[in-house]
């Protein structure tokens, strides 16, 4: 699993709208509350390049609770070409300020959006996660009209990278 669009906004916008149920309108007012009060950079943006300065405050926190998931080398993204490119991608403007933390000075829509733009920042400086897939098939004798054929897939994650599945799961 890949933590790749974690900083663009479109990517954070249409899958939060889709859970939340929330108009474009909805996510500007949320958005713009939370840009407005400088926990989160420019909101407007698809780059999804990250100042050295926020990868190594990140990556502090990282090292201070999970390190673990910290990745022998950092990992940088790049963006598509036609993207907006002219702002740092979407992230707390403070990695050591959890959600929690900030959950008293935000209205619960903000506090669910906050939680998941910091989330998946901290996702995006960890090492991926590592699944194991089996694949097994069973085609059954032909009948008529055609062979049945029959699959089945199992996973299972040797290194969990829990934050990026718990932002891509809310």
């Given at each position: 699993?890949?933590?790749?669009?974690?900083?663009?906004?479109?990517?954070?916008?249409?899958?939060?709208?889709?859970?939340?149920?929330?108009?474009?309108?909805?996510?500007?007012?949320?958005?713009?509350?939370?840009?407005?009060?400088?926990?989160?950079?420019?909101m407007r943006t698809?780059?999804?390049?990250?100042?050295?300065?926020?990868?190594?405050?990140?990556?502090?926190?990282?090292?201070?609770?999970?390190?673990?998931?910290?990745?022998?080398?950092?990992?940088?993204?790049?963006?598509?070409?036609?993207?907006?490119?002219?702002?740092?991608?979407?992230?707390?403007?403070?990695?050591?300020?959890?959600?929690?933390?900030?959950?008293?000075?935000?209205?619960?829509?903000?506090?669910?959006?906050?939680?998941?733009?910091?989330?998946?920042?901290?996702?995006?400086?960890?090492?991926?996660?590592?699944?194991?897939?089996?694949?097994?098939?069973?085609?059954?004798?032909?009948?008529?009209?055609?062979?049945?054929?029959?699959?089945?897939?199992?996973?299972?994650?040797?290194?969990?990278?829990?934050?990026?599945?718990?932002?891509?799961?809310?």
């Amino acid at each position: 699993l890949s933590s790749r669009h974690v900083g663009e906004a479109s990517m954070v916008k249409r899958p939060t709208m889709e859970r939340r149920g929330w108009k474009a309108r909805m996510w500007d007012v949320e958005v713009e509350g939370i840009g407005s009060v400088g926990l989160i950079t420019y909101m407007r943006t698809d780059s999804l390049r990250i100042s050295e300065e926020a990868r190594a405050q990140g990556n502090d926190y990282i090292k201070e609770h999970w390190v673990e998931y910290l990745p022998d080398k950092p990992r940088y993204f790049k963006s598509r070409a036609n993207a907006q490119d002219g702002h740092e991608a979407i992230r707390p403007t403070m990695p050591e300020l959890t959600p929690e933390q900030a959950k008293k000075s935000l209205t619960a829509d903000q506090y669910k959006l906050y939680n998941l733009i910091w989330k998946r920042f901290m996702a995006s400086l960890m090492a991926n996660c590592i699944q194991n897939t089996v694949a097994r098939r069973l085609a059954l004798p032909a009948q008529e009209p055609q062979e049945v054929d029959i699959r089945r897939f199992y996973c299972h994650l040797t290194r969990p990278n829990e934050l990026l599945i718990a932002s891509l799961t809310e």
